[in-house]
């Protein structure tokens, strides 16, 4: 059974910086997966953050958190991060860790699409203050 945890969510105010982690297991490695972080705010939709191709470091940002948010992967503690600095008060959502099984051009294709994964953690709240 596959899990992922999040945790290292808070309170910031704006122009600080958080670091969220996502503990998998069950995964034979987190190397082979399609991993991302995706963000939700009450009443509206997930949002694709960032995402990590499989067996590779090529890394995908939406365009609101380019050059401010960094998704990394620690394959030895099976552990997807996200480095959030630069953040704004519009940064504010629960941030959702999610996985998928794909091959790396099908990641490329979907990284942002809440329906191509198949495995997601419980949340964890990021609130930036301005």
């Known amino acids: 059974q596959v899990q992922l945890v999040e945790s290292g969510g808070g309170s910031v105010q704006a122009g600080g910086s958080l670091r969220l982690s996502c503990a998998a297991s069950?995964?034979?490695?987190?190397?082979?997966?399609?991993m991302g972080w995706f963000r939700q705010l009450p009443g509206k939709e997930r949002e694709g953050v960032a995402a990590?191709?499989?067996?590779?470091?090529?890394?995908y940002y939406a365009d609101s958190v380019k050059g401010r948010f960094r998704i990394s992967r620690d394959n030895a503690e099976n552990t997807l991060n996200l480095q959030m600095d630069l953040l704004k008060p519009e940064d504010t959502a629960m941030y959702y860790c999610?996985?998928?099984?794909?091959?790396?051009?099908?990641?490329?294709?979907?990284?942002?699409?809440?329906?191509?994964?198949?495995?997601w953690g419980q949340g964890t709240q990021v609130t930036v203050s301005s």
């Open positions: 990590i191709r499989p067996g590779g470091v090529t890394t």
């Open positions: 999610a996985g998928v099984s794909v091959s790396w051009d099908r990641c490329a294709g979907g990284w942002d699409t809440q329906g191509a994964y198949k495995y």
């Open positions: 069950g995964y034979t490695s987190i190397d082979d997966y399609c």
